[in-house]
């Protein structure tokens, strides 16, 4: 992944400050996001609400521009209960209000959304056999009409969709949500996309040690700690 925008370095404790304004996005909807305790929540308007970064916004970091094929990634901050967070890949802002969202339907469901004009439309929805309990990296890829749904690195479900070709990178969350609800923002160009080490099977609730065991011995063996 070709890394562009990241939050890391940026958002800062600015308890307030629109997340669109600071960094030259554009919100969705009639609300918008707010930078707060280091992490962004719902601005106090009581909508839903959403920004969108496109290749004329500016972040942190800004390394080329947008290409069709996309991620963009952030950790949650709690169990989520309805529709609290989520990110958005080829998105646009103002009157468009365009975009493909993965949002955290409750602790144990995904959903992948078609945003056009304002209305969410479902494209697909995954269980997942882990309930989510805050720290984990919820990731959407967009590749070629191919939508693809991570949860720390381990996909859960993937569709396609041909509607939207290109746009921007961006952040969701709900009225209902009354917190920070998530932090440490990233998205970029997929370049031969290599997933993170996958800790948990989100579909099974199975752990994926085996791999990492066996890899574990051969470097022991390699170096000579092991017989």
Known sequence: MANIFTDKAVFTDSNGVSVATKYSGTNLNAGGLEIYGNGFQAAADGANDGVVFTNSSSLDTERGTFGADQYAQIVIAYAPVSYDVGVIVRGTGGA???????????????????????????????ALGVG??????????????TLEAYVDGASVGSTTNATLATGGVGLYCSKKASAVVGDNF???????????PISWDYQSGRRARAKAKRTERLIRITSGEGG
């Open 96 to 126: 468009s209000d365009l975009g493909y969202l993965l949002v955290t339907a409750s602790d144990s469901i995904l959903q992948i959304f078609l945003i056009v004009s304002g209305g969410f439309y479902a494209l697909a929805t995954f």
């Open 132 to 145: 989510l309990s805050g720290g984990e990296t919820l990731m959407l890829t967009a590749k070629g009409t």
């Open 186 to 196: 990233e998205a970029g160009n997929l370049t031969a996309f290599i997933p993170p």
